[in-house]
């Protein structure tokens, strides 16, 4: 197992990136160590039980998610502190990133226990690539915010953004936060992707007036990410 960055007396915390789609985005050193971690925190097990199936690991698994962070976290605290090593990963992509892992990183940082990351599959990067948009710099939002007051004040607070703007949105508020973008930015350029690495992956790009025109050619359904042109003057 990597241990560069041990402490005596105390296990390692990975953070793992695993697929978003495509079950062999993962990288061999994902791979080794969780097949050698004494324990794995998933945010759902059922979903990770087939990840690690595919590849023939078997590992004691306990659920890590935002409805039961704040009782867990003690647990795996204490498997850390016995010296024994623990992986966290998410149902897809890179944990931290609009997922709870953020308050267990706080925790062991506390705890002076050896931490590292162990990267891999992520929507966001490869969003911004194939949108055809600038990538010198860029913005991700995470979700925007789901009522409409506090929806339309998000998108209009990052109106003088130069930054090319990323945010992840759920298919049944797609359509709707694409026409709040329109209200509150103007009709920039879009790429809408879904379903990235899948077999029925998708790419919608084109100012925002034509994708709403045009919305009924798309499939709403699925995992979207949506990538917005800065205000480059």
């Known amino acids: 197992m990597d241990n560069s960055n041990e402490i005596k007396g105390k ?7 695993t697929p978003i789609g495509n079950i062999r985005d993962i990288t061999l050193r994902a791979l080794d160590i969780l097949g050698e971690v004494a324990l794995i ?15 023939g690991i078997s590992a004691r698994m306990e ?6 962070e704040e009782s867990k976290k003690s647990k795996l605290l204490k498997v850390l502190l ?23 990183v706080r925790e062991v940082i506390k705890h002076n226990i050896p931490i590292t990351s162990v990267p891999g599959a992520n929507s966001i990067i490869p969003a911004l ?10 913005y991700f939002g995470g979700f925007p915010p789901v009522k409409s007051g506090p929806k339309r004040r998000f998108f209009e607070e990052l109106k003088d953004r130069e930054e090319t703007l990323i945010f992840f ?25 879904r379903e990235l690495t899948k077999k029925y992956e998708e790419i919608f ?17 699925g995992e979207f990410v949506l990538v917005v042109s800065g205000n480059r003057k």
């Open 205 to 221: 790009r084109g100012r925002i007036s034509h994708i709403i025109e045009n919305a009924d050619e798309m499939t709403i359904r």
């Open 11 to 17: 296990g390692t915390l990975y953070i793992i990136s």
């Open 169 to 193: 949105e759920s298919p049944h508020r797609l359509l709707k936060t694409i026409n709040t973008i329109s209200e509150a930015l103007g009709d920039r350029e879009c790429s809408i992707c």
């Open 41 to 55: 925190a998933a945010e759902d097990t059922r979903v990770s039980r087939k990840l690690l199936s595919h590849y």
């Open 63 to 68: 659920s890590f998610h935002k409805f039961n």
């Open 82 to 104: 016995d010296g024994k090593s623990v992986a966290l990963i998410s149902d897809s992509g890179t944990p931290g990133i609009s997922d709870p892992a953020f308050s267990i």
């Open 129 to 138: 690539v194939l949108s055809g948009l600038p990538t010198d710099k860029f």
